[in-house]
């Protein structure tokens, strides 16, 4: 039976109906009917072919959940009907020295669900099932979908470079990931402040658990909220990022996870006095991604979802374009 999806044509192109026949299901491979897809901004970069990367037709979407309708022979973990979800990543060599280490994002055979493959804009997937998680029960599906990408994108920088609850966090956009970030570095025990150019967001930065609001329009503003340790940005656009350097206490961390279009230039200086880091972060091996589902559960982190059907993808997509969703948008079976 072929796979019905919603695949664009070419570069920013609107979104049509396209249907495929799936690969033969492989020993290790899952078929889940998807139920949720949240709309990452990466998918927005993909349409559009902003990194150069993409082909056609491309199928978008890797904030999948859904349920397990099919199962290869030596999948014994997941049973048919569980409740899976599937980011970014859907298979990597699982033998490397990153893959056995729980780095499977820098496996150099990582394969993404969306990109050189069809993604979750779409009835069914079929992935290896190593990349196919449980969701816990108190998540709900539509909440729970963009923990899948958005939301280990943001947990595990907080992981992976020792944050720690004394220290002092800036999240720079409140968008997708942003509000995510918001509320695992108020979870993680930290000092929060949140950054936007989005003044209307405050009251609901502060619900999402920033102590404060800077708005990021005003570079001096941003100067003087000084003293931080690790800065999250999650934002697609350009941005003045020696202000955000200043604004890094000795020895802080500026930790790129958004894409924006320039390269990010910075003076030698901004760095080496204060012994400041610039880093960039991808998703999260699978041990990350199990662990930011139960931490999610247990502190009750989730999307702030706005929910419409497969059907109205092309003005959900454009809603992520323009910056005008609260907080995220999820396409919905
Ligand atoms: P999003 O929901 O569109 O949020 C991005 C936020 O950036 C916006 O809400 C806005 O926040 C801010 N922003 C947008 N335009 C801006 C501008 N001109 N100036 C200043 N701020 C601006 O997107 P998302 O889904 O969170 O994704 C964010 C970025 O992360 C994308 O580039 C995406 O590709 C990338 N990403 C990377 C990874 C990874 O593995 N590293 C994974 C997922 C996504 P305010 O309104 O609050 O300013
Ligand atoms: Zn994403």
């Known amino acids: 039976m072929p796979i019905h999806a919603h695949a664009a044509s070419a570069a920013r192109q609107q979104l049509a109906p396209f249907d495929y026949e799936p690969a033969p299901l492989g020993p290790h491979d899952v078929e889940v009917t998807i139920t949720h897809c949240g709309i990452c901004h990466s998918d927005v970069h ?5 990194w150069g990367v993409s082909s056609y037709p491309l199928v978008p979407g890797h904030e999948i959940v859904g349920t397990v309708s099919a199962a290869g022979e030596r999948v014994t973990h997941l049973q048919n009907g569980q409740r899976v979800g599937i980011g970014w990543q859907r298979g990597a060599c699982l033998t490397c020295r990153y893959c056995t280490t729980g780095r499977e994002p820098l496996c150099k055979d990582n394969q993404a669900t969306c990109a050189g493959h069809y993604g979750g804009f779409a009835d069914r997937i079929r992935v290896d099932s190593r990349f196919a998680f449980p969701i816990p029960d108190r998540l709900a599906s539509e909440n729970a979908a963009p923990l899948l990408c958005g939301g280990i994108t943001v947990y595990s920088p907080l992981r992976d470079f020792g944050v720690t609850p004394d220290m002092r966090v800036g999240v720079v956009g409140v968008g997708g990931l942003g509000h995510l970030a918001l509320q695992y570095a108020r979870a993680w025990g930290c000092e929060v ?29 941003v100067r003087r909220a000084g003293g931080l340790d690790f800065i999250l940005s ?80 092309n003005p959900a997509l454009e809603k992520v374009r323009n910056n005008t969703v609260r907080y995220r948008m999820v396409l919905t079976g």
């Open 46 to 50: 993909l349409v559009d072919n902003d």
């Open 193 to 221: 402040t949140a950054f936007s150019h989005s003044p209307d967001k405050e009251q609901a930065a502060l619900a999402f658990g920033a102590h404060r609001f800077v708005t990021s329009t005003d570079a001096g503003a």
């Open 234 to 313: 999650t934002v697609s656009a350009d941005l003045d990022w020696n202000a955000y350097l200043d604004a890094l206490a000795p020895g802080g961390t500026l930790c790129v996870v958004g894409v924006p279009q320039s390269a990010i230039s910075v003076p030698a200086f901004a760095l080496i006095g204060g012994q400041k880091r610039v880093v960039g972060s991808p998703i999260g091996g699978r041990a990350a991604i199990m662990e930011m589902l139960d931490f999610s559960a247990r502190h009750g982190i989730v999307a702030t979802t706005e929910a419409v059907p497969f059907s109205e993808v």
